[in-house]
């Protein structure tokens, strides 16, 4: 949800003050001069909930190279220390997918295989805090994979997740990411998936902004692997129904997953 800022108790206000709100880039996001009210009263400074969840960047990298066991994903431009990241690995599977390791301090947000064991999508969590260089991320036994880190700005560091993600899989065209509510007003939505076998590039959901769309290539026109990545702020909580990522071509196996910040 979007980041928490406490109103300010007073028991009077010297008609000469200046009160200010920074972020911790030092912005200003809410003043007050001359401020008044009745004494022991709160005075509302700044109200969280007009403030949204922002996307800052993306990162990503592909890997397609089948006896390839690791992917390296550089971090976002521009993130400072308190901005939220978002991992997105997607592997080609022949069998069980199993587990992918993250690097320290990433924490699991949810793992598992597309339908049909066809290829797999882990996603990891973390603030950036002391994150540096690229991010490697490994798994047992050669696969091609693709790898997005999202960085987002005034998510809740308490706790960063609106609401439990939700998943879906399925073997129709195109990527069908779950329904998913929400519980905080301006929380981000952020929905991605993962695809088996060969396809064309996705187009992002109504109303959502495309933040990746990756494919590994082995020959021309074909590709093992590939996944897609888009959000949107949700200004009024509530239901967000199923959203699909489109593209062309056979149908192929995919699984899909909404989150909210």
Known sequence: PALA??????????????????????????????????????YTLFDSNTVAVSFVAAA??????????????????GIVSTDFLLAFIARDADAAPGAVTAPADWTLVNEGACAANACSLSVFQRFVGTAAGAQTFT???GQQATGAILAYRGVNTATPLDTAATTSTGATDGIAAPAITTVTNNAMVVRAGAESGSMAAFGPPGGHTERFDLETTTAPGTSIVASTGADFV????GANAIATFTNTGASTAWRGISIAL
């Not at 109103?7 to 972020?23: G, H, I, M, P, V």
């Open 5 to 42: 800022q406490r109103d300010r108790a007073r028991t009077a206000f010297d008609s000469d003050a200046q009160y200010e709100l920074r972020n911790p880039s030092g912005t200003v996001v809410a003043s007050a001069t001359d401020a008044s009210g009745a004494d022991n009263a709160w």
């Open 234 to 237: 949700d200004a009024t909580a």
């Open 139 to 141: 798994w047992t036994g």
């Open 60 to 77: 990503t990298a592909t890997n397609n190279v089948d006896a390839t066991a690791s992917i390296g994903v550089g971090l976002p431009a």
